[in-house]
């Protein structure tokens, strides 16, 4: 099974120009580190440990070391250990023979066995329940196994590399988590940043995702002009990489105006509302500034209306501070725009007068 990047793209398929490489693991200094850690890991056979906030990039990381390795050859499996019940977990991972319950109709081989030769990616394994965590421990141990209802001892050659968006030595402090199968997955850590963490990336991240999904989705659109990039960088992105993947999407699917609309709105704020992307030459940026200040001021005066001009429940709705409202209510002028009834004081400057504020 070929790795694959952001897109559905093959690790080391050049998208538009841009190398893969390049894309994965940007110019930041945390991930400069971890690509130097996985290039010094990838070509020996040794349990990886790829911690970081979901959504981060782990699964491209942990297909980059595979296809970079010894074991590229094989299948890279990938086990969620999310979603696969504790009850079901053994059956999945080490097979069955037929006859060994019911329903068993026909015998089947587990992702084990699957990633002979190849590499078995655990998926946030800290999921795991105990009783499955010692199932496993007990298989890393030697390699060796038994499908369920089989007696024969099953011998794999594999590489393994795991996953956690949590921290597992907090697991470990709560028996939440075995300390000995933590010794031995985690021989090598590579900790990921999330995307607010890396900003100086998401312009090429963009870009290329684009590029990606144009080819896939067989649609042309256009490129990011300037402003959005530096509005996509103003985000927080708490779902990362997987966030701005989808945001991309949405742009060249259905246009960046109706992808704004479809962001869910806890997630929209003044800084968060996407501006209509400018398809004008770069010397009449300065209008796209004008009209991005305009939408954003749209956005705080319909949020005030709707809070009833209570500045602080706005302030809390759009998920800016309290002051940064009152500057832009102040900069943009909207007391001027408030209806003559509207509650609260008259001037944002000083709001004693109104418990509203």
């Known amino acids: 099974m070929p790795s694959k990047m952001p897109g559905g793209h093959q690790v080391g398929e050049t998208v538009g120009g841009i190398p893969p490489d390049e894309v994965l693991f940007g110019c930041t200094p945390e991930m400069a580190l971890v690509r130097k850690k996985a290039e010094k890991i990838c070509k020996a056979n040794v349990p990886v440990l790829l911690c970081g906030p979901s959504g981060s990039g782990k699964e491209?990381?942990?297909?980059?070391?595979?296809?970079?390795?010894?074991?590229?050859?094989g299948?890279?499996?990938?086990?969620?250990?999310?979603?696969?019940?504790?009850?079901l977990l053994e059956s999945e991972l080490f097979g069955y023979e037929k006859g060994a319950f019911t329903g068993a109709n026909v015998s089947k081989?587990?992702?084990?066995?699957?990633?002979?030769?190849?590499?078995?990616f655990l998926d946030e394994i800290a999921e795991l329940d105990l009783t499955s965590?010692?199932?496993?421990?007990?298989?890393?141990q030697d390699g060796r196994f038994s499908r369920i209802g089989d007696e024969v001892e099953r011998s794999v050659e594999t590489r393994l590399i795991c996953s956690s968006n949590r921290n597992l030595d907090q697991q470990i402090k709560t028996q939440s988590f075995r300390s000995d199968l933590f010794y031995r997955i985690s021989v090598?850590?590579?900790?990921?940043?999330?995307?607010?963490?890396?900003?100086?990336?998401?312009?090429l991240l963009a870009e290329y995702l684009r590029i990606a999904f144009e080819k896939e989705h067989a649609i042309k659109s256009e490129p990011f002009?300037?402003?959005?990039?530096?509005?996509?960088?103003?985000?927080?992105?708490?779902?990362?990489?997987?966030?701005?993947?989808?945001?991309?999407?949405?742009?060249?699917?259905?246009?960046?105006?109706?992808?704004?609309?479809?962001r869910q709105p806890q997630q929209r704020s003044a800084a968060e509302t996407s501006p209509t992307a400018v398809r004008s030459p770069v010397p009449l940026k300065h209008l796209t500034k004008e009209a991005i200040r305009k939408r954003e001021s749209e956005i705080i005066l319909e949020a005030l209306r709707n809070n009833q001009w209570n500045r602080?429940?706005?302030?809390?709705?759009?998920?800016?501070?309290?002051r940064a409202l009152i500057n832009k209510i102040r900069e943009a002028d909207l007391l001027q725009r408030r209806g003559p009834s509207a509650p609260g004081c008259q001037d944002v400057s000083g709001c004693s007068n109104s418990k509203s504020t």
């Open 188 to 203: 090598v850590q590579l900790r990921l940043p999330s995307l607010s963490q890396r900003k100086e990336d998401i312009p």
């Open 75 to 87: 299948q890279f499996v990938k086990v969620n250990c999310g979603a696969i019940p504790g009850s």
């Open 312 to 322: 602080r429940k706005t302030a809390k709705t759009l998920q800016i501070s309290y």
């Open 225 to 262: 002009a300037l402003e959005m990039l530096n509005y996509l960088q103003s985000l927080d992105w708490p779902g990362n990489v997987r966030e701005l993947s989808n945001e991309v999407t949405r742009h060249v699917l259905v246009g960046p105006d109706a992808a704004a609309i479809q």
């Open 133 to 140: 965590q010692s199932k496993l421990l007990h298989f890393l």
């Open 109 to 120: 081989p587990g992702r084990v066995e699957m990633a002979h030769k190849g590499t078995l």
């Open 60 to 73: 491209l990381v942990a297909r980059w070391i595979h296809a970079h390795s010894a074991f590229a050859g």
